[in-house]
């Protein structure tokens, strides 16, 4: 089993967001970085924030490149919630792939559609699991820390030195629902939910706030150190503000715990940031922060690749609004599988 928080490897790195299983941006990224998988040499020590898999064309051959760089001592990377989703046996949007399911689908303004994603053998699903297995929390150094989506300290100190994520998950999320289960909220949430078809239908949006899974569910997020690390904080949204997304109805909405501070520079991914600043609809998280600026010390480098899915289904093949970023440390330059250019990520 893997030691949690592990040591980052000292020099120059170049730290890549979340891939999503987009394999043709992951190698046009790591060809621009001077990484060549086949041959194993590389730059600089390539770092991923997790999230390898899930909603892109072909996961298993992303872990296959990714596992490749590792095993030869150039790459690291920290576990993902979509990574931890599939150790847990959690069946979720976009992870289909992994259970040969042909008719994952996704539920789209526009309607639902099927994700175009290459389905996982048995043999597939060992080494994936296998690879996931052995991902550290938390990958830090005196000047950078790597984590999925959130560095609580508290969290991270309730954490044994090893251990497996899927079975620690489990065993704190036992305690919690114990806790719950005293209250009386596990019932009172499945009711709620069952009154809305499971909160999966996006025609069958309830039409008052639901107390209980809101307990329920920020309960599950903030008191459980696996998922905090790799899912992040989680807050109440107000009445009458829940939405779809996801494949889910939600009134718990992620937090801004980076506006906290960090002790040192901490580099996430999991946000979903866009490289240009929304002037309509609704605004993520890091929609709040200019595109390529750091935020009290920490610095999202997911930018969205993979929404790529769904602008396929539109008919883009290239062009796309999100890309694969990869933040080249100390230098905090980006640079991107698709953009000629580097931007500096500004403090």
């Known amino acids: 089993?893997?030691?949690?928080?592990?040591?980052?490897?000292?020099?120059?790195?170049?730290?890549?967001?979340?891939?999503?299983?987009?394999?043709?941006?992951?190698?046009?990224?790591?060809?621009?970085?001077?990484?060549?998988?086949?041959?194993?040499?590389?730059?600089?020590?390539?770092?991923?924030v997790g999230d390898l898999v899930d909603r892109g064309p072909d996961s298993v051959a992303v872990v296959e490149v990714v596992s490749r760089l590792v095993d030869a001592g150039l790459a690291h990377a920290v576990l993902g919630n979509h990574e931890l989703n599939l150790l847990q046996r959690d069946r979720k949007e976009g992870n289909g792939w992994f259970w040969g399911d042909a008719e994952d689908y996704a539920q789209l303004d526009s309607g639902s559609v099927r994700f175009a994603s290459r389905l996982a053998t048995p043999s597939d699903r060992d080494r994936v699991a296998a690879f996931a297995r052995e991902l550290p929390l938390v990958l830090v150094r005196d000047d950078l820390r790597v984590v999925h989506a959130c560095w609580d300290p508290?969290?991270?100190?309730?954490?044994?030195?090893?251990?497996?994520?899927?079975?620690?998950?489990?065993?704190?999320?036992?305690?919690?629902?114990?806790?719950?289960?005293?209250?009386?909220?596990?019932?009172?949430?499945?009711?709620?939910?069952?009154?809305?078809?499971?909160?999966?239908?996006?025609?069958?949006?309830?039409?008052?706030?639901?107390?209980?899974?809101?307990?329920?569910?920020?309960?599950?997020?903030?008191?459980?150190?696996?998922?905090?690390?790799?899912?992040?904080?989680?807050?109440?949204?107000?009445?009458?503000?829940?939405?779809?997304?996801?494949?889910?109805?939600?009134?718990?909405?992620?937090?801004?715990?980076?506006?906290?501070?960090?002790?040192?520079?901490?580099?996430?991914?999991?946000?979903?940031?866009?490289?240009?600043?929304?002037?309509?609809?609704d605004l993520e998280l890091w929609d709040l922060t200019p595109p390529f600026q750091w935020d009290e010390g920490v610095f999202c480098v997911d930018y969205s690749v993979g929404y790529r899915y769904k602008e396929r289904v539109r008919g883009r093949v290239s062009g796309f609004h999100g890309g694969l970023a990869a933040m080249c440390w100390p230098e905090r330059v980006l640079v991107f599988d698709d953009v000629d250019g580097a931007p500096t990520a500004t403090r």
């Open 154 to 281: 508290q969290a991270a100190g309730q954490l044994p030195e090893a251990g497996e994520h899927d079975v620690l998950a489990d065993g704190f999320a036992a305690t919690i629902d114990a806790d719950l289960v005293a209250k009386g909220v596990p019932e009172r949430a499945r009711e709620e939910r069952a009154e809305f078809g499971g909160l999966r239908v996006r025609e069958m949006e309830p039409n008052r706030h639901l107390y209980a899974v809101v307990e329920e569910d920020t309960a599950h997020q903030l008191r459980n150190p696996v998922r905090l690390l790799t899912s992040g904080g989680e807050v109440e949204v107000p009445v009458g503000k829940h939405f779809f997304k996801g494949g889910k109805w939600r009134f718990v909405q992620r937090d801004r715990w980076w506006r906290n501070g960090a002790d040192r520079p901490t580099v996430v991914g999991h946000y979903w940031r866009r490289r240009v600043t929304p002037t309509r609809g």
């Open 1 to 48: 089993m893997p030691k949690l928080i592990q040591s980052l490897p000292p020099g120059p790195l170049a730290i890549i967001g979340d891939v999503h299983g987009e394999i043709d941006a992951l190698l046009a990224l790591l060809h621009r970085l001077g990484v060549d998988p086949e041959r194993r040499r590389a730059q600089r020590p390539v770092v991923f």
